[in-house]
């Protein structure tokens, strides 16, 4: 009798340890089936970002995290802030913690290839976001049409200035987009420039987008031309903004048309005041919404074909599946209807605080 209830009693307690085991360790197998079912296993995105120093940046991060979890899936989110060992020592510890998928926004298109190789590795996919990550082979790539970026800021700036002297004010040459943008703006330049109508006469990058770079590169492209330019293109409007400072030091602010890109607050209010000529409007929460649905769809393997055109782009090694939204123009003539229809910035935050800094 004692044998045979010592013997039940250690069958109780290994089936026990068995249902505690796979409690823990999966939510797939249980004994009650239909409230298990129920529970499917968040999905974990990180989101490895590089600055946050530009106003977008700060609109990409909130509105993302507000995207995936509209959604019902998780994100951490980590900026590197220009610092190419951190942001991948911070994709690898997010790798590390199990996420499911892995957004990038890289700083340096070449060396974020070695964060791909890793995530491939753990098994998870990488999408691209806004910059394209170069030589590596990377899931899925998600941005604004950056060539058309740059032609659209090119034919501004040529329908008021169609003869002269243009000073091109480059991106980071280590980002992707910078030399994207540069395609599109002389590409349009090109027809006009073997007329001879336009010269460039300044061409230079700007080492990490730091507008202070920037300065650096339009004081040099006045000495070296004597003041003597018609108009500028800026790859964004931080650099737009160093330019039109230092047009301002020497009075020539509202003469020569400056091009920028972003619709940063700033941006709008010296073109209203008529500082800077143009900007380039990109609904950061459309690319959010898609980059979330995006990542679930990748996380959890399925096909991303239906949700908008892939179109391919070559990073190098391979053909990348693309989406790729369209870049809108923004001058005087159409805040209204970009910019605060869309409540971009509103038009209180736009004409007060304008105000404020006039
Ligand atoms: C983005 C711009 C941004 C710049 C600097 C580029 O890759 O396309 O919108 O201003 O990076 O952060």
Redesign the pocket.
């Known amino acids: 009798m004692v044998l045979i209830l010592f013997l039940f009693l250690l069958g109780c307690e290994k089936h026990d340890n068995r249902n505690n085991d796979t409690e823990v360790q999966s939510n797939t197998e249980s004994f009650k089936p239909n409230e298990q079912q129920q529970v499917e296993e968040t999905i974990k995105i990180g989101f490895a970002m ?2 946050l ?2 106003e ?2 700060l609109k990409d991060r909130d509105f993302f995290r507000m995207s995936v979890e509209e959604l019902g899936a998780e994100v951490e989110i980590m900026a590197s802030h220009g610092d190419d060992a951190l942001q991948i020592w911070q994709a690898e510890t997010m790798i590390s913690k199990g996420i499911d998928l892995l957004v990038i ?1 890289p700083h340096n298109a070449e060396s974020t290839a070695a964060i791909v190789e890793k995530a491939h590795s753990a098994g998870i996919k990488v999408l691209s976001y ?2 394209l990550v170069k030589n590596a082979e990377v899931d899925m790539y998600l ?2 049409d ?1 060539e058309q ?1 740059g032609a659209l800021q090119a034919q501004a700036i040529l329908e008021i200035v169609p003869k002269g002297r243009y000073v091109y004010i480059g ?2 040459e280590t ?4 030399h994207m ?1 540069k395609k599109g703006v002389f590409e349009v330049l090109q027809p006009h420039i073997d007329k001879g109508d336009i010269t460039v006469v300044f061409d230079q990058w700007t080492k990490d ?1 730091e507008p202070a770079n920037a300065k650096e590169n339009i004081e040099l492209a006045l000495k070296a031309n004597n003041n003597n330019i018609d108009a500028v293109i800026a ?5 737009a903004g160093a330019v039109i400072e230092v047009l301002e030091s020497r009075g020539l602010a509202g003469e020569i048309p400056v091009a920028g ?2 619709a ?1 607050l700033a941006a709008i209010q010296r073109i209203i005041k008529g500082t800077q000529t143009m900007t ?1 409007y ?1 609904p950061i929460k459309e690319l959010t919404d898609l980059a979330a649905e995006l990542a679930i769809k990748l996380a959890k393997d399925e096909d991303v074909g239906e949700i908008r055109d892939v179109v391919k782009i070559n990073n190098g090694q391979m053909e990348v599946p693309s989406i790729l939204l369209s870049p809108t123009t923004v001058t005087q003539t159409n805040i209204e209807e970009t910019i605060i229809a869309d409540d971009f910035h509103t038009r209180n935050e736009i004409y007060l605080q304008k105000d404020k800094s006039d």
């Open positions: 590089d600055t120093t530009e977008r940046w926004v806004d910059r941005s604004y950056n970026v991106g980071a980002d992707n987009n910078a943008a987008w790859a964004n409007d931080a650099t890109q972003d940063d380039i990109k």
